[in-house]
């Protein structure tokens, strides 16, 4: 276990390693607001949809970020969440799912470009989904994609354009992203046995 951090209370402490800590969350979701506002030339142009359920807080987290760097942009104008349920192709294998809410910026996603934002990065099926939801929404000029954690081991040829933190696992580790914001605490740690 990393030194100095707690393992969070409902994660069994014998089992897991804690990879990021709250300040290293924060650090990470800093330098992805910096990335993406020199990739863009600015964030006139930005609308930032969370994938739910983690990927909505951290895309709230990431607005804030964009507009403390960027002067004249205001958080809540950049941000909003996009449900993939009805999209995803685990349908059948899984089908008891709660349909989230999709909500978008007054200004929508037509010519504008929109960073996806996700807490794990790992097969790549949601993404595919998110895509597919896109589609229904509009138009963007663009799509890029922002995860807090990319642990590889990619099913489909999707990466992220901005990554908080690499993290090269096995198959049978299981990675959790806990958010303050669902979990009442920021954490992100590393499982043995069950994959996610």
Partial sequence: MTSGTPVPDDVDASQAT???GEQDVARALTRIAHEILERNKGG???VVLGIPTRGVPLAYRLAERLAAVEPGLVAENLVGSLDVTMYRDDLAQHPTRTIGATS????GIDGKVVVLVDDVLFSGRTIRAALDALNDLGR???VQLAA?????HRELPIRADFVGKNLPTSTSERVTVLLAETDGR???VIENGGAR
């Fill in 44 to 46: 006139d142009e930005l």
């Fill in 18 to 20: 804690v990879v990021l």
């Fill in 148 to 152: 807090l954690v990319d642990r590889g």
């Fill in 186 to 188: 920021t954490a992100v």
């Fill in 140 to 142: 963007p000029r663009a």
């Fill in 104 to 107: 978008v910026p007054a200004g």
